[in-house]
């Protein structure tokens, strides 16, 4: 499969709530957390397009943009932006809605993460061409 740019929408993919336990020593979301959260939403796409096993390969880049606080809802919204033979390219943006404000959201994260399509071995293995 050469390697496509597919024009998609961002979608919904992953939605959790920061808990106490997600904390830092100084009562703060912990990033790493945050970057896993990340990463899960942007698995999902992978995942569906390659369909099947993937692995996080490269976090291209990662912005914190604003914090986030325990009982926040993230919600991240995720969007293939590249394929080629093997691997998969996804964008994913992280919003936070505060509790006591239901309904602004603020974007708190942005990251563009490379998967890479496995077999049952864990090895590389081509994504399925259009159509089978």
């Known amino acids: ?3 496509t740019e597919p024009a998609a929408k961002p979608e919904l993919t992953y939605r959790v709530v920061a808990m106490p336990a997600d904390t ?3 009562g703060d979301i912990f990033g790493g957390w945050l970057m896993s959260q990340i990463d899960i939403a942007g698995s999902i796409v ?3 397009e390659a369909a099947g096993r993937v ?3 490269a976090i291209k880049e990662f912005r914190f943009l604003a914090p986030v606080a325990v009982g926040d809802l993230i919600s991240c919204y995720a969007e293939l932006r590249r394929t080629g033979r093997t691997s998969l390219t996804v964008h994913v943006v992280a ?3 505060r509790q006591m ?3 602004a959201e603020t ?3 942005d990251a563009t993460l ?3 399509a496995l077999d049952s071995d864990g090895r590389p293995r081509p994504l399925r061409a259009a159509g089978t």
């Open 95 to 97: 919003e936070s809605c």
């Open 107 to 109: 974007v708190v994260a």
């Open 24 to 26: 830092n020593a100084y």
């Open 101 to 103: 404000d239901a309904h």
């Open 46 to 48: 992978a995942i569906r």
């Open 1 to 3: 499969m050469p390697d």
């Open 55 to 57: 692995a996080t390969v």
């Open 114 to 116: 490379v998967y890479v």
